[in-house]
């Protein structure tokens, strides 16, 4: 049997900018990326802490600090917003123990704690 688990997350980012003349996606700091193993172009879900919206769409590497929200999305989010970005992936009964998630957690700043 084949499982869709949480494979990592960065947790509540602030919203840096809105720019919804982007052709989508969301920017993310590229510490954050690397740190938390979501790869430019992985298809990501977005939580909004804030107001309760949520979406699905790719990372993209942005500036450091910088979570820039793009496209249609931009209209869920507003800058200074706090939001949860995850991906998922599948994997094999055989490659979950020891499974963990990856969390980063980030402080006002978007900067890892």
Not at 47 to 67: H, L, S
Not at 94 to 100: P, Q, T
């Amino acid at each position: 049997m084949k499982r869709f688990m949480c494979k990592s997350k960065i947790h509540r980012a602030t919203v840096t900018s809105t720019d919804k003349d982007y052709e989508g996606s969301i920017s993310v700091c590229p510490e954050l990326l690397d740190d938390s193993d979501i790869l430019p172009f992985e298809k990501v879900h977005v939580w909004n802490v804030t107001n309760g919206k949520r979406f699905v769409t790719y990372a993209i590497r942005g500036e450091k600090g910088t979570v820039c929200v793009n496209g249609s999305a931009a209209l869920l989010c507003h800058a200074g917003d706090i939001v949860i970005i995850a991906s998922f992936g599948v994997y094999d009964e055989s490659e979950l123990e020891g499974f963990r998630q990856r969390v980063v957690f980030v402080d006002e700043n978007n900067c890892v704690k």
